[in-house]
């Protein structure tokens, strides 16, 4: 099995589990599943869940129902699109190749959308059936925090709005980026850490793991606004200059940011050695996210 077939065979997992989860478009009020399932199953990588399940996979081969604690994460991560492309917030009109949420149900039942995946989330992570108590607790606790105010994802979009137009700084670009983008992905990897019983070891080789992946990830996120278009990226390129955010490649450069990516890779594959082959898919998508066009 190459790279491709394990991602389209676990986006299936993922995809089944949700579908599972998220209540039918005919369930009532209708309008609401209309809105949640538009975003939730508009494609994307499900790259955090896929993440989750393969840090599982690192410590032990057969996790049952992984898939389930997984595809919570996704729905966090498509509230927060939903949320992030509101006219209040990144004001954007394309996501994932489609009209954005707000421009299809209207501002108000987006954001209720975003807020009944978010709520939803936490109902799957509190329902797992085959992970023991002590891990469930762990496992919510880290997931809320990594969306949260405090390093969290919420507090990278705050970082974010407060420097719009402001002069490039790299403190500030850190607090954004570790914060908004990589939190979450770290999650990712920790949730499946704790969800096959890591040890305390193999959970901070993981955890540094997840810090280096999710840098390269907005490392090379921010390289992609300004190199591919719109068609290509499937949201409207452009916008973080646009918007006069502030980026990787605002404050360092491209081609130092270029190599900060591939520092991170070479860093997060250091984090793996511990596991050898057992982390096999770990490695081939963290180089997956450096070396990607989309």
Not at 18 to 26: F, G, Q
Not at 27 to 42: C, D, K, T
Not at 229 to 245: I, M, N
Not at 249 to 275: I, K, N
């Amino acid at each position: 099995m190459d790279l491709a077939d394990y991602l389209q065979h676990q986006s299936e997992r993922v995809n089944a589990a949700l579908n599972r989860w998220v209540p039918p478009e005919s369930a009532e009020p209708e309008i609401i599943h209309r809105a949640m399932r538009y975003s939730l199953f508009a494609g994307g990588k499900r790259l955090r869940p896929i993440l989750a399940m393969a840090a599982a996979e690192a410590i032990h081969p057969a996790c049952t129902g992984i898939e389930d604690a997984a595809c919570a994460l996704e729905m966090i991560h498509t509230y927060s699109l939903i949320h992030d492309d509101l006219p209040s917030l990144d004001n954007d009109d394309l996501r994932r190749g489609r009209p954005t949420n707000h421009k299809v149900f209207g501002e108000a039942m987006a954001i209720l959308a975003g807020d009944a995946l978010l709520t939803l989330a936490f109902e799957v992570l509190a329902s797992l059936p085959h992970c023991p108590e002590d891990r469930g607790i762990r496992i919510l606790n880290e997931v809320a925090r990594s969306s949260g105010t405090i390093g969290g994802m919420i507090a990278g979009q705050v970082h974010d709005l407060q420097g719009e137009g402001k002069s490039p700084d790299t403190t500030l670009l850190e607090k954004i980026h570790r914060a908004k983008t990589g939190a979450l992905l770290r999650a990712s990897v920790r949730l499946g850490a704790l969800y096959a019983g890591a040890s305390d070891t193999q959970y901070e080789s993981l955890s540094r793991y997840g810090e280096h992946i999710g840098l390269a990830f907005q490392i090379v996120d921010d390289l992609l606004d300004i190199e591919q278009s719109s068609e290509q990226l499937g949201k409207t390129a452009g916008k973080d200059a646009a918007q006069k955010k502030i980026t990787f490649p605002a404050v360092y450069g491209v081609d130092p940011s270029r190599r900060m990516a591939e520092a991170q890779l070479a860093a997060a594959l250091e984090s793996l050695r511990p596991f050898g082959e057992s982390a096999h898919w770990l490695a081939e998508i963290a180089r997956l996210i450096v070396r990607r066009k989309t």
